[in-house]
């Protein structure tokens, strides 16, 4: 049970990363989508979504890689 909730701890930003690139790809291609009021704020709302995604994503895979001791000797805390 514990595996699934990890699981699902990574596909929802994985989800909403996917979210912001689809936005930024419609941008280029010039379709609104109804929510948006213009396209740079749908670029704008795509990128955020994507940094978030991928931030959350690569934060939680650094906890668990400091956790288990396998992180470079420069991202260790020093004491």
Request: glycine letters at 12%.
């Amino acid at each position: 049970m514990g595996r699934f909730i990890a699981l699902m701890i990574l596909v929802i930003p994985a989800v909403i990363a996917g979210y912001g690139i689809k936005l930024m790809r419609d941008t280029i291609f010039t379709l609104l989508n109804t929510p948006y009021p213009n396209l740079s704020v749908q670029f704008i709302a795509g990128f955020i979504l994507f940094l978030a995604g991928l931030g959350f994503i690569g934060g939680f895979i650094f906890h668990r890689d400091k956790k288990n001791g396998k992180i470079a000797p420069r991202f260790k805390r020093r004491k």
